[in-house]
């Protein structure tokens, strides 16, 4: 094929392509361990309006791509970005994470309001817009939503949790509620992502961070079920958008997301073994991940070695190199140049 036409190495691996050395991104690439981000997000009173800025939300995609030209920008928002263009109360405290208004009651539900979600949240797709305009032309855009169940999890606890024991507790003591919620949010979104594909994302991501607190038989009605729900939707609108599923901590239940949630790429958590993911799961999807984010702050040999064991695990798999979660604020960002290095470097 042309020059001009291959696929950028992110694409190539998602449609299923052992691209040697595999394409590179990290999850939560931009952030606080960046400088020039701490300087930019001084700029913004709240995170939300921040996330909705889409000047600052832009510049804030693009500042590790300037630094680190890594395979992929991911659109600089959160996944909680849509409960609150729902109308559900969200606000971020410094030091202390997301607190949401607690749902419990249907009234609450009622309250949600989808058309003014598109409307509220239209700012992601002018993000997505100016972020496309100005990425180098082998860096592919993945923008990306929380995935139902996490969302509603959120939701339902007010916030984050070890245990997300009072959203489990509506899950199973209230089923038609909280299934009511998982429709809205399965339908908000297909809708949100599809602004973000129409706008110019070239993959789109689904962050299921809380899938490993379900039961099996839950983990498949809320997380299975619902993401093969939102795949279809999105691929009979989009079908050249490719799609990664991050069923954080699913054990497992992994098997059975690979095969059944109808995504390209399965996003792997640092506990999963690399070898075993690369023999167990299909080769119809390709695999994300999935370094420990610690051995990214420690660096050195450390580094090498956890990295080294990663890239000889994945064989002949198609692989998009990543951490097993997000960069951590404390985290040098000379070390992500080092990894980038070595992964580049490697074989
Ligand atoms: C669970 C979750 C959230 N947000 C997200 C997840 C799924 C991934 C995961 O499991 O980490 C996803 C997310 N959040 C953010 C991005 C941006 C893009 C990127 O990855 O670079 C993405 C993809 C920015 C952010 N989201 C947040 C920040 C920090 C806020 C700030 O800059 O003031 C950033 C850069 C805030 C946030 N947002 C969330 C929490 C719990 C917090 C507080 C804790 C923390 O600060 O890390 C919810």
Known sequence: MD??????PLLAALAGEPVRPPPLWLMRQAGRYLPEYRALRAR????????????????????????FRPDAAILFADILVLPHALGHPVRFEAGEGPVL????????????????????????????RQVRAALPPEVALIGFAGAPF????????????????????????????????????????????SAQ???????????????????????????????????????????????????????GSLVAYAEGAGVDAVGLDTAVPPAW??????????LQGNLDPLALVAGGEALRE???ALLEAIGDRAWIFNLGHGVVPETPPEHVAELIALVRGHG
């Not at 916030?159 to 908000?188: C, I, N, Q, T, W």
């Open 197 to 251: 594909a129409e706008a110019g994302a070239e993959a789109l991501m689904l962050f299921d961070s809380w899938a490993g607190v379900l039961s099996p038989a839950m983990f498949d009605r809320h997380v299975i079920v619902p993401t093969a729900r939102i795949a279809a939707a999105l691929k009979a609108r989009f079908p050249q958008v490719r799609l990664i599923g991050f069923p954080r901590q699913a054990g």
């Open 306 to 308: 956890e990295t080294e």
């Open 277 to 286: 993911a690369a023999r167990a799961l299909p080769r119809t999807v390709t």
């Open 3 to 8: 020059g001009a036409m291959r696929l950028k």
């Open 44 to 67: 913004a009173p709240d995170f939300l309006g921040f996330c909705l800025s889409p000047e600052l939300a832009a510049e804030a995609t693009l500042q590790p791509v300037r630094r």
């Open 150 to 193: 996490t969302v509603a999890a959120y939701m339902a606890e007010g916030g984050g949790s070890r245990d997300f024991a009072h959203a489990k507790r509506l899950m199973y003591g209230d089923p038609a509620l909280f299934e009511a919620l998982m429709d809205r949010l399965v339908e908000a979104t297909i809708a949100y992502l």
């Open 101 to 128: 208004e607690r749902l419990a009651t249907r009234a609450q539900l009622d309250r949600l309001d989808a058309a003014r979600a598109l409307e509220v949240a239209a700012p992601v797709s002018e993000t997505v």
